[in-house]
Nanobody, 127 residues
């Protein structure tokens, strides 16, 4: 089971980008999923998370009102729509997933909770 991320790129400040992530491989588990960002020499930082049901979403304060996380095609797929991008949003973004045992209580808002990581995708916002 792996995470496959796509999207990212270069955009001007005020523009939009969309990141996508999906679990590939055979699994019967429905994962809680999330996005993190990491700058050079820095710890991985929470951006947004979504429960395996798609019914609960969570955001870091710095992205509330600008970013939207959602499931793309049911469980184990998700996207992050990033609007009104700022230069400080520039970073490498990672998708993550964790299996909460089927309970709806896990919030993937801390990197230590992640069980799976996708490859990083670079988001560059020019000012």
């Amino acid at each position: 089971v792996q995470l496959q991320a796509s999207g990212g790129g270069l955009v001007q400040a005020g523009g939009s980008l969309r990141l996508s992530c999906a679990i590939s491989g055979r699994t019967s588990r429905a994962y809680d999923m999330g996005w993190f960002r990491q700058g050079s020499g820095k710890q991985r930082e929470f951006v947004a998370a979504i429960s395996w049901t798609g019914g609960s979403v969570y955001y870091a304060e710095r992205v509330k009102g600008r970013f939207t996380i959602s499931q793309e095609n049911g469980a184990n797929t998700m996207s992050l729509q990033m609007n009104s991008l700022k230069s400080e949003d520039t970073d490498v973004y990672y998708c993550a997933a964790a299996w909460g045992g089927g309970e709806d209580s896990l919030v993937l808002d801390d990197a230590v909770l992640a069980q799976l990581w996708g490859q990083g995708t670079l988001v560059t916002v020019s000012s």
